[in-house]
T-cell receptor
Framework: GAVVSQHPSWVICKSGTSVKIECRSLDFQATTMFWYRQFPKQSLMLMATSNEGSKATYEQGVEKDKFLINHASLTLSTLTVTSAHPEDSSFYIC???????????FGPGTRLLVL | QKEVEQDPGPLSVPEGAIVSLNCTYSNSAFQYFMWYRQYSRKGPELLMYTYSSGNKEDGRFTAQVDKSSKYISLFIRDSQPSDSATYLCAMSVIQGAQKLVFGQGTRLTINP
């Protein structure tokens, strides 16, 4: 149980384009989803927390107009990196939790490379 | 000072050894403690979840929490090369889908 998927697993895009990453909870209802960013050999950096049907709460220093988060259903959240630039290249990981989960469960991650 | 401290390693041990991974924390309000394993280029996988003080065992893995010392440990017995990964400790004040505070992660290599 508690399986979270992400799509795509990796994406390469040109600078200036927008990229959408999907996060799905496959076998439970995710009332809360989290989006993280991870640089090589570093720990996870929380970007934002989203509750189903509500606006996301962004961590300090994270541009909400650049990283658009939508959590429209109990099984799907999306992260859109708008007007991506090379410095946005990173490993993006989502996690999800619900009323029946004792903690967060992570997706497999999405590697983004902006050229 | 970070809220959760974890030695980043790297830690390298021979196959079959007992591995001890540790984290210290400063916030006495933490009640829920987790260990995640992360393989290279993958998302973290929940290994152990414990509440309050005490020990919890699952196969070759034992999680230990000492709230009086603000210290948690993960022990791996009969370590295998497949255990080579980064191990992240995490903790929260409230149970459930709550914001976690992570340690930096310890890179572990088990040598055949």
């Amino acid at each position: 149980g508690a399986v979270v998927s992400q799509h795509p697993s990796w994406v390469i895009c040109k600078s200036g384009t927008s990229v959408k990453i999907e996060c799905r909870s496959l076998d439970f209802q995710a009332t809360t989803m989290f989006w993280y960013r991870q640089f090589p050999k570093q720990s996870l950096m929380l970007m934002a927390t989203s509750n189903e049907g509500s606006k996301a709460t962004y961590e300090q220093g994270v541009e909400k107009d650049k990283f658009l988060i939508n959590h429209a259903s109990l099984t799907l959240s999306t992260l859109t990196v708008t007007s991506a630039h090379p410095e946005d290249s990173s490993f993006y990981i989502c996690s999800a939790g619900g009323r029946t989960q004792e903690t967060q469960y992570f997706g497999p991650g999405t590697r983004l490379l902006v050229l | 000072q970070k809220e959760v401290e974890q030695d980043p390693g790297p830690l390298s041990v021979p196959e079959g050894a007992i591995v001890s991974l540790n984290c210290t924390y400063s916030n006495s309000a933490f009640q829920y403690f987790m260990w995640y394993r992360q393989y290279s280029r993958k998302g973290p996988e929940l290994l152990m979840y414990t509440y309050s003080s005490g020990n919890k065992e699952d196969g070759r893995f034992t999680a230990q929490v000492d709230k009086s010392s603000k210290y948690i440990s993960l022990f791996i017995r009969d370590s295998q090369p497949s255990d080579s990964a980064t191990y992240l400790c995490a903790m929260s004040v409230i149970q459930g889908a709550q914001k976690l505070v992570f340690g930096q992660g310890t890179r572990l290599t088990i040598n055949p």
